[in-house]
């Protein structure tokens, strides 16, 4: 949330681009999210430490592991698809800002809400009704790695698809409620007590 208001009617510098207000649904939406987002960032310690092991047993123990690799590969993934929704939340994802700066924040918000509703949130929703039986036809016929000693149970790795993008359309649902407010004053815009947005970093 920003510390600074800025006027919907002004143009919004790139210090202050997140300057939707939020409302309770936005607020605890992108709270949780931004709790996952910040977790999921321990898996990248994980994928440090599996490629580690796996270079270490290759080039001093001789002893290469596909199952290593294909690991690193799976929680490498994890990791980035459990982040795409803090990404969206923090408005840290790219934009072209080269023309999103100049306009005002009224504009950007008509432009966010009619992105969102007509193409970003559509497609996302595609695609997780598309992953769903994906992930679980590999739970059925208990998919495994085609390599002989790669690694078994792959449904696992397929759930976090659906998974992943099922935040990022919860990110994007509670972005659109954001310019909602802003722009409708519905649903009606929530400041967080100051000792809850100062509690800890799991603050959206």
């Known amino acids: ?8 009617n002004e143009a919004v510098p790139a210090a202050q681009a997140d300057a939707l207000p939020h409302n309770k649904l936005s607020w605890w939406l992108d709270k949780a999210l ?3 987002g910040e977790a999921s960032a321990w898996i990248w310690l ?3 430490a599996v490629v580690l092991t796996n270079v270490f047993s290759r080039f001093v123990l001789s002893r290469g592991s596909i199952a290593l690799e294909e690991l690193s590969w799976h929680l490498f993934g994890a990791a980035l ?6 990404a969206v939340v923090r408005d840290d994802h790219v934009r072209v800002d080269v023309l999103r700066e100049k306009f005002t924040l009224r504009s950007q918000a008509i432009i966010e809400l009619l992105a969102i509703l007509i193409l970003a949130l559509p497609i996302v929703v595609l695609m997780v009704d598309a992953l769903v039986p994906f992930a679980y036809q590999a739970f059925i ?7 002989p000693s790669g690694l078994p149970h792959r449904f696992i790795f397929k759930s976090v698809l659906p998974i992943g993008l099922t935040l990022v359309a919860l990110a994007l649902l509670s972005r659109a409620t954001r310019c909602s407010t802003l722009l409708f004053n519905f649903p009606r815009a929530f400041v967080a007590p100051t000792h809850v947005r100062d509690r800890g970093h799991s603050q959206p």
């Open 34 to 36: 931004v709790a996952i």
């Open 46 to 48: 994980l994928v440090l």
């Open 1 to 8: 949330m920003s510390a600074h208001p800025v006027s919907p």
């Open 141 to 147: 016929y208990d998919e495994r790695s085609q390599a």
């Open 81 to 86: 698809m459990l982040a795409l929704a803090y």
